[in-house]
């Protein structure tokens, strides 16, 4: 089969114009954050030589010609937000409040239909569900495997192998999953899970069809998933435990069950917070999981899916929109909660 260069030169063009645009923005951004600065230091370097040469009085910076220069460092993070965060949030605000074709104003309606739907509500609670669940269990067991596997012989590997699954896509991993969860008939199963129930006498199920097993059964994904991030950052919080510490409460014969609750909970606190938090948002926005492995269907829908559903799959825009602000309202106090932690942290 000959190449066809002609039938191919459009997909060329469009090549060459993104690796002249890759050039034109990486090239932009070394003069912005190197020759620039570079210019400024040099000229910088050269009047402190000269008034030191001359005796005169070093010049002092002006406070106006600092404020302009961090500005000017500044406006390409705040471009980047005003057009990858700020307006995209308002467009979505005001859609929310525009019908499906986001041609009418229909005011609060679309936020009525969210909790006026039954398969809405669903949608809610199964939220609920997740963001109550994934953060608690998640951070309980990276908290007990860091705990159980801190100072151990193989403590390396052990921290490995349990962090090994956030290498993975939450799309790889919820493919895994469904092999584990997978059911074939009466015969043979290739599903590891049916495999064990039907080894110890039990009959094979569809475990992703049953209502509201499936939910707490695609939990598990995000937990397997999430559970080495928590080990990996309570591991290091561990260890930054002061050693005098830990010596004067074994000499006080404090027992290992309390020294767990006594010592090391107080003493990583800050650290259980941040895990719990990170692990919320991403809780509240799990899309892949859900979507992979049952697409929403059988009641295991989240408010991501649903919100794809209704404004890509139904041609809903309003109410897609509303689920994303709802969503979007959702993480705003966990946000500002760990703000104001991080702030008692640094006055503390």
Do not use: C
Not at 77 to 83: D, F, P, S
Not at 110 to 120: G, P
Not at 189 to 202: E, F, K, M, W
Not at 329 to 338: C, D, H, M
Request: hydrophobic residues 55%.
């Amino acid at each position: 089969m000959e190449f066809d260069f002609a039938a191919e030169q459009p997909k060329f063009l469009m090549l060459m114009y993104g690796l002249i645009a890759f050039v034109a923005v990486v090239g932009g951004l070394l003069l912005l954050l190197d020759v620039v600065p570079s210019f400024f230091a040099r000229r910088r370097e050269a009047q402190l030589v000269a008034a030191s040469a001359s005796g005169a009085p070093l010049p002092r910076r002006r406070k106006q010609r600092e404020g302009a220069l961090a500005f000017f460092f500044l406006l390409p993070t705040l471009l980047l937000l005003a057009v990858g965060l700020v307006v995209p949030a308002v467009r979505t605000t005001l859609l929310s409040f525009m019908d499906s074709g986001s041609n009418n104003w229909v005011g609060l309606d679309n936020y009525r239909w969210m909790f006026a739907e039954d398969s809405i509500v669903r949608v809610l609670i199964n939220t609920l569900i997740w963001v109550l669940l994934v953060p608690l269990v998640a951070t309980g067991f990276g908290l007990i495997y860091a705990v159980l596997v801190d100072k151990a012989r193989f403590e390396a590997v052990a921290k490995s192998l349990i962090f090994l699954p956030m290498a993975i896509s939450f799309v790889g991993a919820s493919i895994i999953w469904k092999f584990v969860y997978a059911y074939r008939g009466e015969g043979d199963q290739i599903g590891l899970l049916n495999q064990i129930v039907v080894s110890l006498g039990g009959e094979p199920k569809q475990w992703l069809l049953d209502s509201p097993l499936n939910t707490f059964l695609l939990i598990v994904i995000m937990v397997w998933i999430q559970a080495g991030f928590a080990m990996v950052v309570l591991s290091a919080a561990i260890k930054g435990i002061p050693a005098d510490i830990v010596e004067a409460a074994r000499l006080d014969g404090t027992t290992p069950w309390q020294m767990f609750w006594r010592i090391t909970v107080p003493s990583i606190r800050p650290a259980l917070i941040v895990v719990v938090v990170t692990i919320s948002i991403a809780t509240l926005k799990v899309f892949d999981i859900v979507r992979t492995a049952t697409n929403g269907n059988y009641d295991t829908n989240v408010i991501a899916t649903e919100m794809y559903n209704q404004a890509f799959r139904y041609q809903e825009n309003g109410q897609g929109s509303a689920l994303a602000v709802f969503l979007f309202v959702l993480v705003i106090p966990i946000v500002i909660y760990q703000i104001r932690n991080l702030r008692k942290q640094r006055e503390g």
